[in-house]
C-alpha cells in the first residue's frame, strides 16, 4: 500500500510541474552479527563491506540496485528482498528475524530551468526494520 500512495503521490506532484521523473531505484541489505548482505544481489549469503567517500559518504562496496517503473515492479522486489531473509521461530513470533534490514528508495527527478539548465534533485526513504533484541526475553 505504501508504494502505491508513494507512487501516486509522485504523479499528482510532477503533473502539477516541469519536473519529471528520470528513476526510482531501490536497493535492500540486512546485517547481521556485524555482516551486511545484498538481499537482492545474486549472492545473497556474499559478505558487503560498509565504505565511505568524502564526495558521497558511507555506502555499501557491490550494493546492488534496480531501477523500478512500477508500483507493481517494487512490490515484486521487496517481496523477493524479505524472501531471502533468514527467520526462526521464538516464544514471542514464529517468523523472528534477529537481523536489522533496510530497503532504500531513491529517486531522482530532473527540471529543465528557463536558462536551459538541468536542475537534478533527489531524494531518500529508508524503511528500517530492527530487530528485536535478546535481552528482552518477555514482556511480563
Not at 537482492?40 to 550494493?63: C, H, M, S, T, W
Request: charged share 25%; hydrophobic share 35%.
Amino acid at each position: 500500500m505504501l508504494i502505491e500512495v508513494l507512487f501516486k503521490a509522485f504523479d499528482f506532484s510532477l503533473s502539477e510541474s516541469s519536473h519529471h521523473i528520470d528513476f526510482i531505484k531501490n536497493f535492500q541489505l540486512i546485517t547481521y552479527t556485524k555482516k551486511v548482505r545484498d538481499l537482492l544481489g545474486k549472492d545473497q549469503f556474499a559478505r558487503l563491506d560498509v565504505k565511505e567517500r568524502p564526495d558521497i559518504g558511507v555506502y555499501v562496496k557491490n550494493l546492488s540496485s534496480f531501477v523500478v517503473h512500477s508500483p507493481n515492479e517494487m512490490d515484486k522486489l521487496m517481496s523477493f528482498g524479505n524472501k531471502n531473509r533468514v527467520t526462526g521461530a521464538t516464544n514471542m513470533n514464529e517468523h523472528s528475524s534477529r537481523s536489522h534490514a533496510i530497503y532504500t528508495i531513491t529517486i531522482e527527478c530532473s527540471e529543465h530551468s528557463e536558462k536551459n539548465k538541468t536542475l537534478l534533485r533527489q531524494g531518500k526513504l529508508h524503511l528500517v526494520d530492527l530487530a528485536v533484541s535478546r535481552v528482552l526475553k518477555s514482556l511480563t
